[in-house]
């Protein structure tokens, strides 16, 4: 059952181009609309939203703070994104014009649960991102988007992480599109590429020798650092939870810009520290900006794992390690970008002996708060 691949999570990451393209089948119509049919809340209530608050946990979590990105940059709506545990303790301000959206692989996390009871209580909307067919989130949601990722055995989430992605985008296109937003032409375009990204993570997945043997090499050591911006933030804090969980290494996941703020004390003689960079063309401001946070922790001994587009050449005095990843807009590039972090964790917990589809005193789904 696991495919030919000694571990399920080498079966899953596998599986990504397929899950990616199987979530976006029959949701895109020939004129490059969205067609979300299953969203069972009217296009009249969703003109009504003034705000969007996400709710979910661990990776989906992850997920949800890309989301934010991508719905505040196409449809100007206010988006909060917040730990589903933490969410109903601090007293949220939602009313009806709230669209609360839970994310969650199994549709059965406590902690979300309680947080989309707690939203409805209040009279929000709840749209639920879920794997699992007719499990107890979906079901107590008011209307809910299936990923199509399949069933997900290893307890490191991959292939889910990158359909709730997906999901996340066709939410914020179609929240755009039934607004008609003045972001009009870019959303055409984003639904042109989104619908061609299941090719990218196929090239990526083709080119991971490199990192699996970087990875081997690293397995003594006690610490990685992962570094972000914009949407690379999230994606950094996801690689830094893959490698906790698995290779149960000290692992943090830092906002670039937040380095001098205190964490680029932590930076010593060969200490691994992974970055994941910003496309140079787009917002090449953060790209700059990236590129001297490189610089400043290598001038200071860490050993530079660079994660950063083909092409993209500033980027190579400064990188140790140079892990490339297909060109793609700014707001997607997770979806790529997340592969390589993905293979490091699984093949670091491999040459460290640790049991990867069932890390220690972890379980797949959390049904408790
Ligand atoms: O089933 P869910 O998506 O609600 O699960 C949420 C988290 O427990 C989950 O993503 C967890 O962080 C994973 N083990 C991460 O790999």
């Known amino acids: 059952e696991k495919g030919g691949y000694d571990y399920f999570m080498l079966k899953e990451i596998a599986e990504q181009p397929k899950a990616v393209a199987d979530t976006l089948l029959g949701r895109i119509d020939a004129a490059g609309s969205l067609t979300l049919d299953e969203v069972r809340i009217s296009a009249s209530e969703l003109r009504e939203v003034d705000k969007v608050v996400i709710v979910a946990c661990g990776t989906a979590f992850h997920a949800g703070m890309i989301a934010k990105y991508a719905i505040e940059h196409w449809t100007r709506i206010p988006c909060e994104v917040e730990l589903a545990s933490e969410f109903r303790y601090r007293d949220p301000i939602l009313d009806a014009r709230s669209l609360v959206i839970a994310i969650s692989q199994s549709g059965e996390t406590m902690d979300t649960l309680m947080a989309l009871r707690h939203a409805r209580e209040q009279g929000s909307k709840v749209l639920a991102i879920c794997n699992t067919n007719g499990s107890t989130i979906p079901r107590e949601s008011d209307a809910v988007l299936y990923t199509h990722a399949g069933p997900e055995v290893a307890v490191a989430s991959t292939k889910a992480f990158l359909t709730q992605l997906v999901a996340c985008y066709l939410v914020a296109l179609y929240l755009g599109q039934v607004r008609g937003t003045k972001w009009g032409d870019e959303i055409g375009a984003v639904i042109r590429d989104l619908s061609q990204i299941s090719g990218a993570v196929e090239r990526v997945l083709e080119t991971m020798e490199p990192v699996r043997e970087l990875a081997r090499t690293l397995a003594h050591k006690n610490t990685v650092l992962f570094l972000g911006r914009h949407v690379g933030y999230p994606v950094a804090l996801e690689g830094a939870l893959?490698?906790?969980e698995l290779a149960y290494m000290h692992a943090e996941g830092f906002a670039a810009g937040e380095l001098k703020h205190g964490p680029i004390a932590l930076i010593e003689d060969d200490l691994p520290v992974v970055v994941v960079v910003p496309s140079p063309r787009g917002r090449s401001v953060l790209h700059d900006k990236i590129v001297s946070n490189i610089q400043e922790i290598r001038a200071r001994g860490a050993r530079t794992i660079v994660i950063a587009e083909e092409g993209d050449e500033a980027v190579v005095p400064y990188a140790d390690h140079l892990i490339r990843i297909p060109?793609?807009?700014t707001l997607l590039q997770p979806l790529v970008a997340t592969v390589?972090?993905?293979?490091?964790?699984?093949?670091?917990?491999?040459?460290?002996?640790?049991?990867?589809?069932q890390p220690r005193n972890l379980a797949k789904s959390v049904t408790v708060e």
């Open 340 to 357: 390589p972090l993905q293979v490091f964790a699984c093949e670091l917990a491999t040459a460290r002996g640790n049991e990867v589809d």
């Open 327 to 329: 060109v793609t807009p």
């Open 242 to 244: 893959k490698l906790k």
